[in-house]
């Protein structure tokens, strides 16, 4: 399941999740974006280890430039709390499962 991240929710679903989480930045109008969201949700489903969350940067530009988003799709893993990889533009699904450390 893909969770919609917010500058509300960021802190719970984000910092304090015990499991990995990787963050989705993007927009309706990216065609990118589009072409990325279909392996980011298959991700979801197939790991059950991970958490995964989707950041509409046009629904939340504090998030976006709190992690100085320039370009979109980006791609985001923290682990513990901590910010440990970004990815810019669309990746393939074994690029986006080595971030996660998989």
């Not at 990889?85 to 074994?94: E, F, I, N």
């Amino acid at each position: 399941m893909v969770n919609e991240i917010t500058e509300q929710n960021f802190k719970k679903e984000v910092l304090d999740s015990e499991l990995p989480v990787l963050l989705d930045f993007w927009a309706s109008w990216c065609g990118p974006c589009r072409m990325l969201s279909p392996v980011v949700e298959e991700i979801s489903d197939e790991y059950m280890d991970i958490k995964v969350g989707k950041v509409n940067v046009d629904e939340q530009p504090e998030l976006a430039q709190k992690f100085g988003i320039m370009s979109i799709p980006t791609l985001m893993v923290f682990r513990n709390g901590q910010h440990i990889d970004t990815k810019v533009g669309v990746r393939p699904k074994r690029e986006i499962l080595s971030m996660l450390g998989m």
